[in-house]
């Protein structure tokens, strides 16, 4: 089991920018992918960005593409999210998880953060 705590959430205006961080502990992230999910309020929570570990496989949601931008540190065993031009419609928890092998968007992971929230004021 791999143990995920993820930062630098906050308030943000619209067109502003914010760096995620999910730092992880318990196990070498060598054969696990990792990836973002977000649950804004009274929605399902939802796939936005992920990346096998050692193959640095990166895939993005759509609505992401292009403003979000997924990066690892293995020394650190941390992932990152950057935010650039955040819409209101980014507000949410996101979450980090993790799972033993292939990238998948799908609610397929094993392990989960507590989450860290963001919101976009327009």
């Known amino acids: 089991q791999v143990q995920l705590v993820e930062s630098g959430g906050g308030l943000v205006q619209a067109g502003g920018s914010l760096r995620l961080s999910c730092a992880a502990s318990g196990r070498p992230l060598t054969r696990y992918s990792v990836a973002w999910f977000r649950q804004a309020p009274g929605k399902e929570r939802e796939f936005v960005s992920g990346i096998q570990w050692s193959a640095e496989t990166t895939y993005y949601a759509d609505s992401v593409k292009g403003r979000f931008t997924i990066s690892k540190d293995n020394a650190k065993n941390t992932m990152y999210l950057q935010m650039n031009s955040l819409k209101p419609e980014d507000t949410a928890v996101y979450y980090c998880?993790?799972?033993?092998?292939?990238?998948?968007?799908?609610?397929?992971?094993?392990?989960w953060g507590q989450g860290t929230k963001v919101t976009v004021s327009s």
């Open positions: 998880a993790a799972r033993v092998g292939s990238l998948v968007t799908g609610n397929l992971y094993g392990d």
